[in-house]
């Protein structure tokens, strides 16, 4: 495990328009690649080195290996894709033998995603976490909308939220990352709720459900019938997701929806983000983040910014804004 006083720090690139500080990580930019989007580095090498991110997120793991949901678990969908994955992976075990090693390898900082049936389950895994060194943080994912039990069954009542992350806090002395759903009336009690239990950085956000349906078949697209919508299709409602958390809370926030382009990251970071994941831009380029990079050091050099960050929360809005809910 890596504590919060020896965090991943390049001392070549402190001075780096882009190194970027999220909570008590140092991130030589402010690109992480999102859970599931990215395997666990290695299934993206023959595209990208993971040591060109800030943080590689890895695929969700759960404390027994899981199948996942049937085929097919991807459709298209205007502007995005629905993915019905199901938390397919190898399990606790399996992850700490043989790819957490390899892991350790990158010259960047490794967030390991979990997800459990129940709060000691998530305990469990962060407390096995703790003994591993090459952890740069856990990201609690509470926020799955695809498998029946766990996941965001968490994330959608604050109360549960808070009990989770403290449970996880008094057995993981490192930055622990919550994960939240969108698929809530209101983000913010849940925000909250997650840093009262002790997060260091809020991930927000997951996909929203949806389905796809092929009217013909008289058939769903996926095999799990409802999925997780992801994609520029959502980067409006994240946008406003994170921007409303970022007014509630004083814990950082990884942006994540949509993000296909340095724009779309300026945006997610003068609304309130510290840093964002990328994850459907990965199906679409995989060798998307070296090229947001050189238009975000572009960016920065044009605007005369020292660093990236002076852009985090610089929303200026004129007045308070008309509808929070969003009513039309
Ligand atoms: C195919 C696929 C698999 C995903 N698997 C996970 C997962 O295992 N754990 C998790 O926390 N999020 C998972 N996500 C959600 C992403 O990490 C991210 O929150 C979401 O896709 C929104 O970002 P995007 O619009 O950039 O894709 C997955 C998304 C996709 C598309």
């Given at each position: 495990m890596t504590t919060p006083t020896e965090v991943h720090s390049p001392p070549t690139e402190r001075q780096s328009p882009l190194a970027t500080r999220l909570g008590p990580l140092r991130l030589r930019n402010p690109l992480l690649s999102a859970s599931g989007c990215f395997g666990y580095g290695e299934e993206m090498g023959a595209f990208v080195d993971p040591g060109v991110y800030g943080a590689i997120v890895g695929k969700s793991i759960s404390r027994l290996p899981r199948n996942g949901?049937?085929?097919?678990r991807v459709c298209e969908t205007a502007s995005g894709m629905l993915n019905s994955i199901g938390l397919q992976n190898p399990g606790m075990d399996a992850f700490i033998s043989n790819y957490l090693p390899r892991m350790r390898h990158y010259d960047t900082v490794v967030v390991v995603n979990i997800v459990g049936d129940s709060i000691d389950e998530y305990v469990q895994m962060a407390e096995r976490l703790d003994r591993e060194?090459?952890?740069g943080a856990i990201e609690l994912n509470?926020?799955?909308?695809?498998?029946?039990?766990g996941g965001m069954e968490f994330g959608i009542d604050p109360q549960a939220t808070e009990t989770l992350v403290r449970k996880v806090r008094d057995c993981f002395r490192g930055p622990i990352f919550a994960k939240l759903t969108p698929?809530?009336?209101?983000?913010v009690p849940v925000a909250k709720a997650a840093e009262a239990g002790g997060a260091d950085v809020l991930s927000l956000i997951n996909t929203f459900v949806g389905m796809s349906v092929d009217w013909r078949k008289r058939r769903p697209r996926l095999g799990g019938v409802t999925g997780g919508l992801s994609g520029p299709a959502i980067k409006p409602l994240a946008l406003r997701l994170v921007w409303l958390a970022s007014r509630a809370c004083r814990i950082p926030i990884v942006g994540i929806g949509g993000i296909m382009n340095a724009d779309d990251v300026l945006e997610f970071l003068v609304a309130g983000a510290s840093a964002v994941q990328l994850g459907t831009a990965h199906f679409v380029e995989p060798r998307s983040v070296p090229r947001i990079l050189e238009a975000l050091e572009q960016a920065v050099q044009d605007e005369g910014l020292d660093n990236i960050s002076d852009l985090v929360g610089t929303l200026k809005t004129d007045?308070?804004?008309?509808t929070i809910q969003g009513d039309g």
């Open positions: 949901n049937p085929i097919p060194p090459g952890v509470i926020s799955c909308p695809n498998c029946a039990v698929n809530v009336t209101d983000i007045k308070k804004p008309i």
